[in-house]
T-cell receptor
């Protein structure tokens, strides 16, 4: 079945550091890929998405590129801020309704 | 903006109690979802509703049921709560089957003692 594997956390960084969270997937067909973010005490928000190979999703300084050859969708940000502290979820959708989520990566950014 | 609200942010119940978790969306979305979120496991789909009075089991439906009598409201029911149902419960909605993006509520943290 469809599945997503993302790097385990927690990840702790200093402000202005470079952030990478690895995500790989297994799916039949051609899934759409997503990164969701969950800030403390809140529900999930869509951060960015990509619907086909080589697409790059970007938002709030975060980027991720859909790599079909490596079945990956790694999340990156060049300079993190304290306000980026959150739990990040990689997800895919390969069917008509289902989102399959990774386990989540907790990121803490220290001032 | 789409708004998905959940009736409680925190809930404490006793083993064996019947528990109702309510979710309301204000954007006339066709599809609604219930997930549970557990550390290290991500989100797992409990039930899905693609229209009023329609429901479909997700990956972990055991011990849960759902009700959707009105388009805007989707209820999750724990018939007899157990300690292993202590979790964060997230409701989501989307406009229809050809739209992938889901909008999430803030979650209900349920503790079963």
């Amino acid at each position: 079945g469809d599945s997503v594997t993302q790097m385990e956390g927690p990840v702790t960084l200093s402000e202005e550091a470079f952030l990478t969270i690895n995500c790989t997937y297994t799916a039949t067909g051609y899934p759409s890929l997503f990164w969701y973010v969950q800030y403390p005490g809140e529900g999930l928000q869509l951060l960015l998405k990509a619907t086909k190979a080589d697409d790059k999703g970007s938002n709030k300084g975060f980027e991720a590129t859909y790599r079909k050859e490596t079945t990956s969708f790694h999340l990156e940000k060049g300079s993190v801020q304290v306000s980026d502290s959150a739990v990040y979820f990689c997800a895919l959708s390969a069917g008509d309704y289902k989102l399959s989520f990774g386990a989540g990566t907790t990121v803490t950014v220290r001032a | 903006d789409v708004k998905v609200t959940q009736s409680s942010r925190y809930l404490v119940k006793r083993t064996g109690e019947k528990v109702f978790l309510e979710c309301v969306q204000d954007m006339d979305h066709e599809n609604m979802f219930w997930y549970r979120q557990d550390p290290g496991l991500g989100l797992r789909l409990i039930y899905f509703s693609y229209d009023v009075k329609m429901k479909e089991k997700g990956d972990i439906p055991e011990g849960y049921s759902v009700s959707r009598e009105k388009k805007e409201r989707f209820s999750l029911i724990l018939e007899s709560a157990s300690t292993n149902q202590t979790s964060m419960y997230l409701c989501a909605s989307r406009s229809g089957p050809r739209v992938v993006e889901q909008f999430f509520g803030p979650g209900t943290r349920l503790t079963v003692l």
